[in-house]
T-cell receptor, first 112, second 118 residues
Framework: GDSVTQMEGPVTLSEEAFLTINCTYTATGYPSLFWYVQYPGEGLQLLLKATKADDKGSNKGFEATYRKETTSFHLEKGSVQVSDSAVYFCALRYNQGGKLIFGQGTELSVKP | GAVVSQHPSWVICKSGTSVKIECRSLDFQATTMFWYRQFPKQSLMLMATSNEGSKATYEQGVEKDKFLINHASLTLSTLTVTSAHPEDSSFYIC??????????????FGSGTQLSVL
């Protein structure tokens, strides 16, 4: 079946460091891929998405590229801030109204 | 922006008791609500999907008689864990779906409920 695997956290970085959170997926078809972020005490929010192979999603300095050949959707940011401390979830979904399949989440902690 | 209010944010209960978790869409009407749970170090897993006024659709392996979902209005869905046991201890999250603009769907999530059953 379809699944999403993320690197284990927590990830601890200093401010302005480069961030990569790995995400790989297993899919029987051609899903859209998503990154969600959950800040402390808040609900998950969509951070970025990509709907087909080679698409790059980007938002707030974060980027992820849909790589079909490596079945990956790694999240990157060139320079993290303390305010980026949160839990990040990678997910896939085939269509609107359909089921979101999530990874286990990766906690990021950015120190000043 | 649109907000989904979920409460309680955490609850501790004794084995055998029932616990109700509420999920409200505060400034929009949700066509569909989703309920997820997450065990430690595991993925967020969909439990069920519910549409207002109709019975919820449960994912395989989720006991519908144990996890009662009520979606009586377009702004409120509840999940009741009946006769809770320690193995039901988990993090539960709701999500509300709304169709905006040209049939585009937006999803909004509650902040989650940590359930601990003693």
């Amino acid at each position: 079946g379809d699944s999403v695997t993320q690197m284990e956290g927590p990830v601890t970085l200093s401010e302005e460091a480069f961030l990569t959170i790995n995400c790989t997926y297993t899919a029987t078809g051609y899903p859209s891929l998503f990154w969600y972020v959950q800040y402390p005490g808040e609900g998950l929010q969509l951070l970025l998405k990509a709907t087909k192979a080679d698409d790059k999603g980007s938002n707030k300095g974060f980027e992820a590229t849909y790589r079909k050949e490596t079945t990956s959707f790694h999240l990157e940011k060139g320079s993290v801030q303390v305010s980026d401390s949160a839990v990040y979830f990678c997910a896939l979904r085939y269509n609107q109204g359909g089921k979101l399949i999530f990874g286990q989440g990766t906690e990021l902690s950015v120190k000043p | 922006g649109a907000v989904v209010s979920q409460h309680p944010s955490w609850v501790i209960c004794k084995s055998g008791t029932s616990v109700k978790i509420e999920c409200r869409s505060l400034d929009f009407q949700a066509t569909t609500m989703f309920w997820y749970r997450q065990f430690p170090k595991q993925s967020l897993m969909l439990m069920a999907t519910s549409n207002e006024g109709s019975k919820a659709t449960y994912e395989q392996g989720v006991e519908k008689d144990k996890f009662l979902i009520n979606h009586a209005s377009l702004t409120l869905s509840t999940l009741t864990v009946t006769s809770a046991h320690p193995e039901d201890s988990s993090f539960y999250i709701c999500s509300a779906s709304v169709i905006v603009g040209r049939g585009y769907e937006k999803l909004f999530f509650g902040s989650g409920t940590q359930l601990s059953v003693l």
